[in-house]
Structures are given as C-alpha cells and as structure tokens.
Antibody
Framework: EVQLVESGGGLIQPGGSLRLTCVASDFTVSSNYMSWVRQAPGKGLEWVSIIYSDGITTYYADSVKGRFTISRDNSKNTVYLQMNSLRVEDTAVYYC????????????WGHGTLVTVSS | SYELTQPPSVSVSPGQTASITCSGDDLGNKYACWYQQKPGQSPVLVIYHDHKRPSGIPERFSGSNSGNTATLTISGTQAMDEAYYHCQAWDSSTPLFVFGTGTKLTVL
C-alpha cells in the first residue's frame, strides 16, 4: 500500500529553522514528482515546492523562495523540506504529495505535519 | 502571479447536481485536477487530466476544462459528498502548480 509519512513539525520561534521529512512506502520517490503543499488554519491549499523525477529540477512558491529547500535521498526513499527564516505566516499543516506526471495530479498524500511559528 | 478563483460556497439538495467552477487565465490549456477534502483529513484526488476519474472515485464525479474555466460536476449528490473541493492547475511550460481558493460544498 502506498504511504507517505511526514514528520518534523512543531513549535518554532520566528526566524528559526525546521526540517520536514516525508518517508515513502511502496513506490520510488525518484520516479515521481514530489511536492510539499501547506494549509494554514482554516485556509485553502497552497503549493510550496516540487522536485522532479530527475532529482535536479526544483521549484518554489514565491512566498518561500530563498528560505525553503526541497531535496530527496533516494537510498532512504525520502523527501525533505528545509525551512529557514521561518515567519508567523508559515504556520500551517504541511503535506507531502506524489504525482506520476503533470497530467496525473497528486495521487497520494501524507497525513500532514503541523508547523507552528510563534514567539 | 497566476490565480485560480473558485466560489467560496456551493449548496445543493441531495440527489441534485452540483457544479463547482475554477477560473484562471487560459486554464483550458493547462491540466486541471480536483481534490476533495473533509474536515481533519488529507485531500483526495477525485478528477485528474481535466476529466478523468481515479480508481475508486464514484461515476457521479465528472470534470471538464475549456477556455478559462474548469468545472467539477457531481451528479446525484449524496450527503457524503459534503466537503471542501480544491482545483489545481499544472503546466510544464511555465511551470505552474497553483491551487484554487477552495469551495465548501454543502448538501442541504
């Protein structure tokens, strides 16, 4: 059964850093487009970042560009999101999601991990 | 930046047809998909590639995408369909992965 399990969320002060982890089961992250999507409390979904199957191509939402970095470890079948210079407005549930291709949509999602940025 | 606009809320009576729109510039030339999200749960893909249904999604869910508007249609709406629905556009040339503003579907 395909599974995505996120971890690494928590309470962090503004300006701090966190690294989110997404461990995949029953499929290979290196063969898919892996995204991070977040949802602030009571708000809609916001795409954050994506890493292509080539492992080199990455893109970021303007709201996180220069502060967040997406990466993956093929040997661990894991995707990461390094979040630096965190702001109060980064508070959200962060989901990891997988897509086969551009036409497939995000077919599988994790349960999410909550990041709270507050002093 | 690219934006996708959805109505904040749509109401429908059980057994009737619900339509939820998603509007964006030249959306018809991008891939549109739709997600259902119930409170406290992760999103579930219900339509991909504009109009295709993933395995396990009921036939009452259908989609279309043309011009500047993608539409999710739920025929014979059931109480279990009450949820938030989010559209997303994918475009490899831009590239683009933006989500819509989200719509709360209420089955009265």
């Amino acid at each position: 059964e395909v599974q995505l399990v996120e971890s690494g969320g928590g309470l962090i002060q503004p300006g701090g850093s966190l690294r989110l982890t997404c461990v995949a089961s029953d499929f290979t992250v290196s063969s898919n487009y892996m995204s991070w999507v977040r949802q602030a409390p009571g708000k809609g979904l916001e795409w954050v970042s994506i890493i292509y199957s080539d492992g080199i191509t990455t893109y970021y939402a303007d709201s996180v560009k220069g502060r967040f970095t997406i990466s993956r470890d093929n040997s661990k079948n894991t995707v990461y999101l390094q979040m630096n210079s965190l702001r109060v407005e980064d508070t959200a549930v962060y989901y990891c999601a997988r897509a086969y291709d551009f036409w497939s949509g995000n077919t599988d999602w994790g349960h999410g991990t909550l990041v709270t940025v507050s002093s | 930046s690219y934006e996708l606009t959805q109505p904040p809320s749509v109401s429908v009576s059980p057994g009737q047809t619900a339509s939820i729109t998603c509007s964006g510039d030249d959306l018809g030339n991008k891939y549109a998909c739709w997600y259902q999200q119930k409170p406290g749960q992760s999103p579930v893909l219900v339509i991909y590639h504009d109009h295709k249904r993933p395995s396990g999604i009921p036939e009452r869910f259908s989609g279309s995408n043309s011009g500047n508007t993608a539409t999710l249609t739920i025929s014979g709406t059931q109480a279990m369909d009450e949820a938030y629905y989010h559209c997303q556009a994918w475009d490899s040339s831009t590239p683009l992965f933006v989500f819509g503003t989200g719509t709360k579907l209420t089955v009265l």
